[in-house]
């Protein structure tokens, strides 16, 4: 058997897993009990076009002991256009996604939980609705099964960056998977990643603790450049050398000295004068709440919220409850509504920033703050809102996020996994009701089945992200963000998908808010 017949005619899963055919997307994360399963099922009989869509399948229905990582496979229908995937651990599966093969990737499941699935083909007569099938995932995840999809990304990162001089910049992207990749190798064991991040770190941080001015350009007052500061945080932890604690003061200096706008609103860098942008509340105020445990400094506790309350009020558009992306105080900028100061559109990716920021900050902002009677009622609203505009057949959200059917305009990948990681830590923190664990976990099917594509030795790549969203030169509008390009592997993509594959392994063996095993503040 060919590629070409397996792609014309409807095949038994086992035949094409005996002849090499299966996608690698099924082949490597197949367990050995589900493949056994196929192979003995392929061994007694094969599949014609009349069958249902769940005749030959996997897991098995009633399977028992299925690994939490576990994708879902179903012998193809030849007059398919696409397929409806119905999952979920409710007696009534969810619809999840449209996928046009019949695989379906899985996020970490949750240890001893009965799931059922079904899968409808689209054809031009119709949907043919497939039989409910069933399987119970094993008693206990073990660590390595908890954490497939972190180490994957891992090895991903270690593969496109062999050397930490291939990670060039002191910048928001590289600290963002720096400081990912520190808390997977925390969670995992993988010394080497430790060394390579250390190895980075020092690239721009002198034994003396100053840190390269080149790469560092302070008197920007470029808020971009305070994200990689919480490595520097778990580096002074893990190795107790004062220089890394040195060099996070120094970042921290920067925040005092930002410019800033009348009501205390940081810059986003000195050369956008009177400018808040959405991006900026992750940029600075992960790393202020983290430097504020660290040093017992609450001002900075105090300032990340101010943050975060200001530029609520504002960019939020209270009529769909989203966020421009950003508001000039003079109300000059070409893009400046002259009325309200805000920016004309709400570009996804910088509204993700935002929900990560909350989410982040609430992560580490002391229980008796008084800030957090006010960021946590923005963050659920938040949530509410980006939710109904998440798209029914991709389960994910659209670049410009309130105009799917606008021109040129697609589903934009960063954003979806952004949104799909505030939601999941909403709710395993009890911050969010616990159906929001669900809806985060369907933006990430949407995700792993559309813009994820496995690689040999354990690795994937993220496809569809845009490269950049910008407010200043001709940024800002319509046209300018459906026109940026849209990149495989761009390091945005990475770093949230890192973050979103971490919070889902924690509700491995553990589903409770506020997880005992992972409890807030670890890395």
Avoid at 417 to 442: C, I, K, V
Wanted: a neutral charge; proline letters at 7%; charged letters at 20%.
């Amino acid at each position: 058997m060919n590629a070409s017949a397996c792609s014309s005619r409807p095949c038994p899963a086992s035949v094409c897993c005996r002849a090499g055919l299966l996608p690698l997307s099924v082949r490597s994360l197949l367990g050995g009990a589900a493949l056994a399963v196929m192979l003995a099922l392929g061994a007694t009989r094969s599949l014609t076009a009349a069958e249902p869509v769940s005749a030959i399948a996997s897991p098995a229905d009633g399977a028992r002991d299925v690994p939490v990582n576990v994708t879902l496979t179903w012998a193809p229908i030849a007059d398919a256009k696409g397929y409806d995937v119905y999952f979920g651990p409710s007696a009534t599966p969810a619809f999840q996604c449209r996928v046009a093969s019949p695989t379906f990737l899985l996020e970490t499941l949750t240890a001893g939980t009965t799931y059922r699935w079904r899968v409808d083909a689209i054809t031009d007569g119709g949907a043919k609705s497939g039989a409910r099938r069933s399987f119970t995932t094993t008693a206990q995840a073990d660590r390595a099964a908890m954490f497939a999809w972190p180490i994957r990304i891992a090895n991903s990162v270690r593969a496109l960056y062999p050397e930490p001089v291939n990670l060039r910049n002191w910048n928001y992207t590289e600290g963002m998977v720096m400081d990912a990749l520190y808390s997977i190798a925390a969670r995992t064991g993988r010394d080497g990643d430790f060394d390579f991040i250390r190895a980075w770190l020092d690239r721009f941080v002198a034994a003396d603790g100053t840190i390269d001015r080149e790469a560092y350009p302070f008197e920007l007052f470029s808020l971009d450049r305070v994200r990689p500061g919480p490595v520097l945080l778990w580096m002074y932890d893990r190795t107790k050398e004062e220089k890394y604690l040195k060099a996070a003061r120094y970042v921290a200096s920067q925040l005092d000295r930002q410019p800033r706008t009348s009501d205390g609103g940081y810059w986003h860098r000195s050369t956008y004068p009177n400018q808040m942008w959405l991006d900026g509340i992750y940029m600075a105020d992960v790393f202020s709440v983290q430097f504020a445990a660290r040093t017992n400094q609450p001002k900075y506790f105090d300032d990340a919220v101010h943050q975060i309350t200001l530029i609520h009020r504002h960019t939020h558009d209270p009529k769909t409850g989203l966020y421009f992306h950003g508001w000039d105080e003079t109300k000059t900028r070409p893009w400046a509504n002259k009325e309200t100061g805000t920016s004309p559109e709400f570009w996804g990716r910088a509204i993700g920033w935002y929900g990560m920021a909350m989410a982040d900050v609430l992560d580490w902002l002391p229980a008796d703050h008084p800030g957090r009677k006010e960021v946590l009622p923005i963050f659920q609203a938040y949530c509410a809102a980006v939710l109904k505009f998440q798209d029914r057949d991709t389960a994910m959200w659209w670049q410009i996020v309130d105009q799917p059917a606008a021109p040129k305009n697609y589903v934009e990948t960063s954003c979806s996994l952004m949104f799909a990681y505030a939601m999941a830590r909403g709710a395993q923190r009890g911050w969010l009701p616990p159906e929001y664990l669900e809806h985060a976990r369907r933006a990430t099917r949407g995700i792993l089945n559309r813009q994820i594509d496995l690689l040999p030795n354990n690795r994937m790549d993220i496809k569809g992200t845009v490269e950049v969203g910008s407010l200043g030169g001709n940024g800002g509008f319509y046209d300018y963000y459906v026109a940026v390009p849209v990149r495989t592997n761009d390091q945005k993509s990475i770093g949230a998908f890192m973050y979103l594959s971490l919070a889902l392994s924690e509700t491995a063996n553990d589903t409770g808010p506020a997880s005992r095993e992972f409890p807030r503040r670890s890395p």
